[in-house]
């Protein structure tokens, strides 16, 4: 038996962009032909390099997504900034761990669900744009709290964080859902975090500095 499978095979014959860039991608194809039109090279010039760019940054690969039925894949790609126990997570009741995904510009931003479960709770909470990368962005930035129970009871929260220049959280998913590990759930537009709460019954498998790739990184394994 395998250990991985593809997260939507279906979808490897389709351009690999994620459908939120296509209004921003068709404005730039727009102004690039405007500007060439009325023979404004230089600022043809930069809209192409923009479009290509927004084409770039909207990109939505296929991932492989890891078939362990234990595993916690990561919502996101980007870098660790933070893994260990926090005291009273948003939507527990107790100690849990805490792993924080930093997201640059350049990183994929389409979101994956970390476990197979049942959406349980969705709240979206409106706040300030601090830098994904700082610590209080977990508190006082806009963000959508998304919990999930796993068939076995286990529950855990993954909250989608805007940034600096983040402007738009787009969560397609709702509460009482079926999801499956891998699936695609929402992006961030533009830098951003995703913050991941998880039980203390659980061997993480990442620290503080490592990358991740969402829906094929594995978090750690539940107990």
Same mark, same amino acid.
């Given at each position: 038996?395998?250990?991985?499978?593809?997260?939507?095979?279906?979808?490897?014959?389709?351009?690999?962009?994620?459908?939120?860039?296509?209004?921003?991608?068709?404005?730039?194809?727009?102004? &690039? #032909?405007?500007?060439?039109?009325? %023979?404004? =090279?230089? +600022? !043809?010039? *930069?809209?192409?390099?923009?479009?290509?760019?927004?084409?770039?940054?909207?990109?939505?690969?296929?991932? &492989? #997504?890891?078939?362990?039925?234990? %595993?916690? =894949?990561? +919502? !996101?790609? *980007?870098?660790?900034?933070?893994?260990?126990?926090?005291?009273?997570?948003?939507?527990?009741?107790?100690?849990?761990?805490?792993?924080?995904?930093?997201?640059? =510009?350049?990183?994929?931003?389409?979101?994956?669900?970390?476990?197979?479960?049942?959406?349980?709770?969705?709240?979206?909470?409106?706040?300030?744009?601090?830098?994904?990368?700082?610590?209080?962005?977990?508190?006082?930035?806009?963000?959508?709290?998304?919990?999930?129970?796993?068939?076995?009871?286990?529950?855990?929260?993954?909250?989608?964080?805007?940034?600096?220049?983040?402007?738009?959280?787009?969560?397609?998913?709702?509460?009482?859902?079926?999801?499956?590990?891998?699936?695609?759930?929402?992006?961030?537009?533009?830098?951003?975090?995703?913050?991941?709460?998880?039980?203390?019954?659980?061997?993480?498998?990442?620290?503080?500095?490592?990358?991740?790739?969402?829906?094929?990184?594995?978090?750690?394994?539940?107990?």
């Amino acid at each position: 038996m395998s250990n991985h499978f593809a997260s939507n095979p279906m979808r490897h014959f389709g351009l690999p962009l994620a459908k939120a860039g296509y209004p921003f991608i068709a404005a730039g194809w727009f102004l &690039t #032909v405007l500007f060439f039109w009325l %023979a404004w =090279v230089l +600022p !043809a010039i *930069g809209a192409f390099l923009a479009t290509l760019f927004i084409c770039y940054f909207f990109r939505d690969p296929e991932r &492989t #997504v890891p078939n362990h039925q234990r %595993a916690v =894949v990561a +919502p !996101a790609d *980007g870098r660790i900034i933070e893994a260990g126990r926090v005291e009273n997570g948003p939507l527990h009741d107790k100690t849990c761990i805490k792993i924080s995904i930093f997201m640059s =510009v350049f990183n994929v931003h389409v979101n994956r669900i970390p476990c197979d479960g049942k959406i349980t709770h969705i709240e979206y909470r409106p706040g300030r744009f601090f830098s994904a990368y700082l610590e209080k962005a977990s508190k006082r930035n806009e963000q959508n709290f998304i919990s999930l129970e796993t068939t076995d009871g286990i529950r855990l929260c993954f909250v989608q964080i805007a940034g600096l220049i983040a402007r738009r959280i787009l969560c397609s998913i709702k509460v009482g859902d079926s999801v499956a590990r891998g699936e695609r759930f929402g992006m961030i537009c533009f830098g951003s975090r995703v913050d991941v709460y998880l039980p203390m019954d659980i061997d993480v498998n990442v620290s503080v500095g490592s990358r991740v790739k969402a829906g094929t990184s594995i978090l750690g394994y539940l107990r």
